[in-house]
């Protein structure tokens, strides 16, 4: 077992894990302030990565599309929130339905609009970089290193500042926040905006890595409910603590045995962690 | 005073409960008396739209009178299925006997594991995220149905043998009907009885419940396997009237279209959820023969609207004709329907 | 109170019935049980044949769906134009059988009983095939499947239902087997394979083990890949300990592009391991990029490259219809020649009777995109050719031309897969 090869799977278990935070952030904090699912989040992921390359597609650099795609996911996610799903927030079976039937609008208008065949996006740079003798590909580092800033400026947002104390309030306890003043509506509509275009953020980093395909969304937001339920709802310190089980788990096992044992296994954990802790790692109760 | 309303409220139930009743007779009657007017292919997927009808009554028996999301309901659907068709293809010999034996081992295997999944889970101080492990089964049994090509049929599934496919659908279809109109009418006395009581009381609030003497952790466990007995059920009479299985059948998309199908129904009635797996379902077949491009956005858009203008689903609608308005979206009242997902914070109002 | 109530009641159930009745009744015009036997049977030369085509336009096999649905159109266009089949006008039905088992069981019945179609053409996943078998073998419909599969068919319905069932597409033995002895002489004879853990993959592998032990390859390692792994890391590290010859990859879709990529980055191609592969064909080319692409091998039964008349007039025929950019894929072309085979024994047997079309499509080959393409009468299997190629990047034309065919072979035949009565 060499160095190099247990340093790759880190790093891919990193990547994974910064990716899989990223979309579970919304997520969480949107589930944690209004208890809702929004089953339509793993478009938002989607629409980054296709934002991304509709925005390349129009002759703009990767860096501008990187930048554009996702504020516009998170104004279409904002959108959504005011249109439609502010009025149903009160009942989680509406919320789910609704949002779940907007997913199913959304994949169908990308696949109407875009095709069926799935797209790529080519990386804004090629190459690798030499982590002591490994040679890692230079883009996925760059996912990771700007994951991880973004992350981190997150949790900064949230535990540092004023607005990021409102929030707090409000997921520990909506009606005495509402009650100290908070405005909880104008709370939820911009961490739906910034939940949104953090998923979409993921895709648009992930687009020259995966190919684009209506579809692909699905599968990342199965994984999402796992991060955030081993992590923590509600808990933006737990998401990237659960992003990391989940996907570090996924990477790392995957060396050991079979892929399909190593899935397995995954669950487990996720399932064993959360009922130690039921809670999630960072969660309160 | 406690006495004269405590010998009233018998009569008051039982009289609120004659003209519903008599509805639902009035509606049993008329699906009865289907096969003579609708044509054998309507039959066909009436049939097995029922037969998904007891998915979704089993989620909402769960979920909706027990306060327990479940995720993953066609894994025991799956199981009835697959119990069948490996049955009926190994046990040749015994011809219909082995659709039964099939039958009792899919049903006993899906008990089985929701017995001891539930016991394992709800020992702990926390069921609320047993959602997790429902999932994680649903996902893990599709694997492993795609993965075992030898002893599962792997990803092309498993016919059934060709004699143990009905030839008189119509006469099937009055089984199946007979099934599900049973399977209600008995969870309907359940969640009616005193379990059903003490089951709704562990919905609202799990510890004030435990508070009053009840080991709820049995209450729920009852109810979970009682849950996947009927979804296996289901899938028993699936297979036999499809004449195949398929590893789509265990896993987590068609778990969560049950789940769809229970909330565009209406939870917490039984019989919603039946009214919406067949409402989703035929929706879904003739969209796509009207609209063969779009009608994916047609079903989006359903979705989208039976909320924004009924949220308490289908059976909403029956209610709005009663009292000659739209259903009000109450916060309160909504609020208390949406409890019981992840967690219960132990506050009481 | 309570009268009230009952009252209610009353309104409610006569307010149901009325609905129930209305339901029923706009659909009642649905009653096909009598015609179905002999349904497509008797001639009315006026009435148009018509073709049941249930494909996926929508979910994970929608890009297969979409090419079916084009190229069978253009088919029966081409077919119309030419005078129709037997003097009668072709008419072609689509059906959404949404990339799921029991959808397409649900369209292609309702294809039988409601459009009362004469013969199906279509469906992409396996196990939507196998379920829909049983129904239209009882409605005793000729249904053509123009996938690329696994084998086996003829053999696990033989005797119920195989009679009717034509499977147009290639078995994976077919462009597998040639391949083999053209990687051992060309790349040598230690080979790693890799194949994606369920049935088609499977029987892939042991098609490939086969043929190289008859060309003298040794089988250095051999894994099994679930569906849907995104990190090979683990694999390709055992693969490298190995140190094969060549890396077979009997992998797709997605799952592909993963692999590849992943491949060019471990810098397996600079240690002298050339990866091949029977499942990557044009389409992946710009997704990938050149660097992931150049110097592969590929095996496969249809090239858009291919050098014939017949391809070169319907690349022209498709560009005319879909755009001067349209690129097609093996499943639009076997798409295409499955519903031209169909035509092409109907006016062979004068009829599109059950038993006469059977009798006609197991003699019928017709010259194809690809070559000829003729039925194999004993387990209504079709045998074709088969080309290998390498894929050769080059800026200055599109993606598909990368393709440079360097074999070609006119006729290959796969083991036979059962008994098709």
Redesign the interface.
Known sequence: MDVE?VT??LL?GLS?SVILALIALGLSVI?GLM?ILNMAHGEFFILGGYGLLWVTSLGLSFWVGLVAAPLAVGALGFVLYQG?IR??A?????????T??????I???V??VA??????V?EPFSG?ISIGSL?Y?AYRTFIIIAGIAILAGTVLLYYRTSFGLQIRAAIHNREMAAALGINTQRINGVSFFVGSALAGLAGALLSP???L???AGL?FL?DS??VI?VGG?GSVLGTPAGGLVIGGG??VL???V???MA??LI??I??VI???R??GLFGT? | MKAHRSSLLPLARASRLQPAAALGVTALALLALAPLALSPLRIELLATFLTFGLVALSLDLIWGFGGILSMGQFAFFGMGSYGVALVSNELVDLGRLALLLGALAGIGAAVLLAVALSYA?FS???G??F???T??LA??LE?IAV?QTELLGGINGILLPYWAVPTNIDGYYLVVLAVVAFVFVATTIAVRSPFGRVLRAIKGSEQRAQFLGYDTKWYKIAAFAAAAGIAALGGVLYSILTGFVFPGLVG?EYSFDA??WT??GG?GTLYGPILGALAVNFAKFYASDILL??W??L??????A???FF?DGLVGIGRALRRGRLPR?N?LG??R??RG???A?GRNF | MTKLRWMRAFVAAVGVTLVAVALAACGGDDSATEDEGGGGGEEQSSEPIKIGAPVDL???F??Y??QQRQAAELAVKEINEDGGINGRQVEIVFADAQSDVQPAVEQVKSLIDREQVDVLIGIVSSAARDAVIPTVARAEKVYIYPTTYEGGVAEKFSGKGAKYVFTTGPVSEQYISPFMPYLVENYGPKVYILAM?YIYGTGSAEAAKAALADAGGEVVGEEL??L????F??IL?RVEQANPDVVYAVIAG?DL??LM?QFR?F?LDDQGVTFATTELDE?YF????AETVAGTPISLPYFVVMDNEENQRWLEAMRAEYGEDYVPGLAAESMYYSVKLFAEAAKNAGSIEPDALIAALEETSIETPQGEVSIRKEDHQAIMGNAIAIVEPDPSVPPYEWVKIQETFDRIEPSVQGSAE
């Open positions: 090869f790759r799977q891919n994974l589930f208890r439609l009025r149903l009160a009942s989680f079976t509406a919320a789910l339905l609704a779940w039937g907007l997913s199913i609008i994949r169908q208008l696949q109407i095709g069926p065949r799935p797209y790529s080519d690798s040679q590909p890595l995966i190919p395909a209506p579809f599968a199965v409910f796992f339920l709802v996924e990477s995957q060396f050991g079979s892929p399909l899935d397995i669950l487990l996720a399932v959360v009922s130690v039921p809670q109760r | 889970f702990t101080s926390l609320d995220l959602v997790l492990v999932i994680a996902i893990i694997r993965n987590f789940l769809v909330v565009f939870m491009d779009y994916l956005l079903i989006g858009f359903l979705f989208i039976i909320v924004v949220p979206r916060g909504a609020m329907a949406a997902f992840l967690t914070r | 929508s979910g994970v929608a890009v769906g979409e853990d890949v679930p849907g792994t995104t990190d890391s683990a590290n997605e592009v993963f990529k980055e810098g389409s710009e997704n990938l990029g």
